[in-house]
Every structure is written in structure tokens, then in C-alpha cells.
């Protein structure tokens, strides 16, 4: 396997990541009052195991992020 073909795999790697990482971003509940948005009980998944479960992935998706940016980096130089 050739640079160009692993630069290639890790870039889709990253960018299949940074939307997965968006999306789960965008489920968790709004904890500020940010333009008189959010905090309210009525959203969607507002228990708190849902809401511990997506910090955990939010968590653990932005680590994998951080690592395949610098696994890229290193391959490209």
C-alpha cells in the first residue's frame, strides 16, 4: 500500500469521523440559554444515561479525530 492510497483511506477515515462527531453534537441537549433556546424538558433524549452515553461518544469520537489528524500528518510528511 502506497502513501497516497493511506493518505486517502485516512482522509475519508477523518471526514466520515468529523460528520459523526457533528451529529452527535448536534443531539445532545442545550445546556445554555443562548438566545432564549434550549434547556427545556421537552427535547429529544433528554434522560441522563442518553446524555452521559452521547458525552461518552462525543469523547471518544473527538480523540479519534485528534489521532487520525496526526496519524495523516505524520504519513503525509
Known amino acids: 500500500m ?6 486517502t483511506i485516512l ?8 460528520v459523526s ?5 448536534l443531539l ?6 443562548a438566545l432564549g ?4 424538558p421537552s427535547g429529544f433524549m433528554t434522560a441522563r444515561g442518553a446524555g452521559n ?6 469523547w471518544v ?4 479525530l485528534f489521532g487520525l489528524t496526526i496519524i495523516l500528518t505524520v504519513v503525509g510528511n
Open 53 to 58: 452515553l452521547l458525552t461518552k461518544v462525543t
Open 2 to 7: 502506497n502513501d497516497a492510497m493511506l493518505q
Open 28 to 33: 445532545q441537549r442545550s445546556e445554555g440559554g
Open 37 to 40: 433556546m434550549g434547556g427545556g
Open 11 to 18: 482522509l475519508v477515515a477523518i471526514i466520515l469521523v468529523a
Open 61 to 64: 469520537l473527538a480523540a479519534l
Open 21 to 25: 462527531l457533528t451529529g452527535v453534537v
